[in-house]
């Protein structure tokens, strides 16, 4: 097909039909009038279908001789895709990371003799004319039946990604950050009371740990708080009635913060609550737009306030002293305070009720009103698990968002900036080894539907195990050969050769046992016995089963390394190795709190007990006897499972199947004062 043809004719694209001429793309006889620029978009794509296009090679050919940034060309890759999501059995625009897009489908002409019509003529005016009959008798009757009313349209997104949202201040526009999941880019869009939903930003091109969004009372500003690496920050101004004309007024980021709520105080100052990349205690503060100053609320800084919420002047925060909530309400301007409660439970997404006469706020168990007349009120309504977003609208209605969370085992490379998901599954997937090589992970998945032992080579995932009942697994380990891995299933220990792919019972149920390791030889494996409030150290040999045992010290830390047993008393700064009856001394400059994690054959892995220090994981080099922070602490999420050779890091973590929009339904509530 010439790149004439496609510019002049109507082409298929699959099922769907396009109609360049008229800036039309039909599916089942319905026509989406989209924009020019988004037609050129898939006519320059389709032109070259047999390659990956640039966003910089859109934007110099489609928009030629004009200023654009790569959200324009985002936006209308958004439009394009919004269409032919209809098909949702095929991709039709693939989006490969840092490089740009590619037409996946290949075009084909519509023959100039096909019996081809838009939907929107007609030839033959009397078939539409008995069909408006046949249409208008079917609804006279169905008026007859039921004297219901069309439904409006649905006033919440039901896209299964989205991150955060938003009502304006009318109550008929949402905005809202969602994820698509084919690519991992991150939009915030606004939906209005039609149902439609405008495109405004692509925010990022990574995956988001976290997203806030707040209006500003007069509803004319958005600004949208987001954690990729470090916490950025865009204000956007929306006019409500050109809601395609939305610009970013301001951008900024912060590199030694962390922030946890957002909101406008009014048009010119926004409140927030953040601490240092090194602490946990946030403290409640207010940033002034103009000037781009920060200045705490209270003086005093040792208020850790967890939640907020603002509205008219009148300002409900959280502290949490000893693991009791205490919830103040004040007005914010004067800083007087209204009234003041405790809650024994966690409080969560605090709002204020429309009318202004107290708050509505959520805990672990149930969601509560406070009336500044009444006092506290159970509402009496179960919540769905993993609740983790709720707001009330002006009408009173109450939204909140619901996720669907698995947890997930990711490798990060060494000296990459991301980690990118093992075996990518819909199940849950945990506690994952490296092989000494480091060219194989063996880790516990459910993707059979039970908990079994894999193995992971070049991407590809093997079940090793077939265990017909739930069972725990864990305390895995390889061979220096990684011929033999070795593991714990609840109270027994297991020996699995992936030679003859078996795995044979070695320890039965011996309870507070685990596995430890190999010996160099890759036939004889440790493990640890703490029977009887005693710390044994156990080996047996594969081959012959000839044991043996020595005695460590009780509530040592002990792992192995290059198939050597090292082990840490508690609350010592000695490491020792375990050489048969003999505690040889290694090093003697360990802190106290040291905590032994994981290990290779060139180090040890630890972390420190304390707060603020558990997710620095420290490496201990057994050749030279050095410490060093191996993994930063702000640099990942999740837990640090395993480090090889090569310094990649597996973490496991959840990861984020869907999270969507739901409305409560109100009739179900039975209120109950306190």
């Known amino acids: 097909m010439s790149n004439q043809s496609i510019h002049t004719h109507k082409f298929y694209l699959r099922r769907f039909i396009v109609v360049p001429t008229n800036d039309q793309i039909i599916w089942n006889d319905n026509p989406h009038k989209i924009e020019p620029k988004a037609m050129s978009v898939l006519i320059y794509l389709v032109q070259n279908s047999e390659r990956i296009v640039s966003l910089q090679e859109l934007m110099d050919n489609v928009w030629a001789g004009s200023i654009v940034t790569p959200q324009t060309v985002q936006r209308c890759i958004f439009i394009l895709r919004k269409i032919f999501k209809q098909d949702p059995d095929n991709a039709y625009i693939q989006t490969f990371t840092k490089k740009g ?105 990574k995956p988001l740990v976290v997203a806030d969004l707040a209006w500003s009372p007069s509803g004319k500003q958005l600004i949208v708080h987001w954690l990729a690496e470090e916490a950025n920050f865009d204000l956007f101004r929306v006019d409500i009635k050109a809601l395609e004309q939305a610009t970013r007024q301001h951008q900024w980021q912060d590199l030694e913060h962390r922030y946890r709520n957002i909101a406008f105080i009014d048009e010119k100052s926004l409140l927030f609550t953040r601490t240092s990349k090194d602490s946990y205690a946030f403290h409640l503060e207010q940033y002034d737009l103009i000037s781009q100053v920060t200045t705490p609320v209270f003086e005093d800084d040792s208020k850790r306030v967890e939640e907020f919420a603002i509205k ?11 693991w009791q909530f205490h919830v103040h ?223 460590l010290p009780a509530g040592s830390d002990v792992i192995m390394a290059a198939g050597r047993v090292f ?46 220090h558990m997710k620095r994981v420290l490496g201990f080099d057994l050749a030279t006897g050095e410490h060093r922070i191996a993994v930063e602490r702000n640099s990942y999420l999740g837990n640090v499972e395993d480090i090889n050779l090569r310094g990649d890091v597996m973490i496991s973590r959840s990861k984020l199947l869907r999270r969507q929009i739901n409305k409560l339904e109100m009739d179900t509530l039975a209120y109950t004062p306190m």
């Open 312 to 322: 008219h002047d009148r300002l409900a925060y959280v502290v949490e002293d000893e």
């Open 329 to 551: 309400l004040r007005l914010f301007s004067q800083g007087t305070e209204l009234a003041n409660f405790t809650v024994s439970e966690m409080v969560k997404d605090v709002s204020w009720l429309p009318d202004l006469s107290g708050v509505v706020f959520k805990t672990e168990s149930s969601l509560y009103e406070y009336k500044l007349d009444a006092g506290l009120a159970n509402w009496n309504v179960p919540l769905p698990p993993n609740v983790d977003k709720m707001e009330v609208r002006d009408s009173g209605d109450v939204y909140y968002l619901t996720s669907n969370m698995v947890d997930a085992v990711y490798v990060r490379e060494f000296n990459a900036c991301c980690a990118t998901e093992l075996n990518p599954s819909d199940a849950n997937q945990f506690y994952g080894k490296f092989s000494p090589d480091g060219n194989q992970v063996a880790l516990v998945s459910e993707q059979s539907g039970l908990p079994q032992l894999w193995l992971v080579a070049d991407g590809k995932g093997r079940q090793l195990t077939q265990f017909n009942s739930r069972k725990s697994i864990s305390a895995i380990h390889w061979s220096h050969d990684n011929q033999w891995l070795v593991y714990k299933v609840d109270n027994t220990i297991y020996a699995h050769s992936l030679i003859v792919d078996s795995s044979t019972m070695v320890v039965e149920n011996q309870l507070h046992s685990e596995p430890l390791g190999f010996a160099s030889d890759s036939n004889t494996f440790f493990y640890k016995d703490v029977n009887g409030f005693r710390l044994k150290l156990r080996s047996q040999d594969l081959r012959s089963s000839k044991s043996s045992v020595a005695e």
């Open 101 to 205: 897009y590619q037409c996946v489908v290949d075009p084909k002409l519509v023959e100039l003799n096909q019996n081809f019509k838009l939907p929107v003529h007609a030839k033959k005016p009397w078939l539409w004319a008995a069909a408006a009959a046949v249409i208008l008798v079917m609804v006279s009757v169905s008026i007859w039946l039921s004297p219901q009313q069309p439904q409006p349209p649905k006033l919440y997104s039901d896209e299964p990604y989205v991150l955060d949202f938003s009502w304006h201040p009318n109550g008929e526009h949402l905005a809202y950050v969602s994820t698509i999941a084919e690519t991992g880019e991150n939009y915030l869009r606004i939906q209005d009371s039609q149902g439609e939903v405008y495109d405004i930003a692509m925010l990022s091109a």
């Open 567 to 612: 082990f840490k008393a508690r609350g010592s700064h000695e490491l020792y190795e375990q050489v048969g009856d003999e505690a040889v001394l290694i090093a003697d400059d360990f802190e106290r709190d040291a905590t032994l994690l994981s290990a290779n054959d060139q180090s040890l892995f630890y972390f420190l007990f304390r707060r603020s």
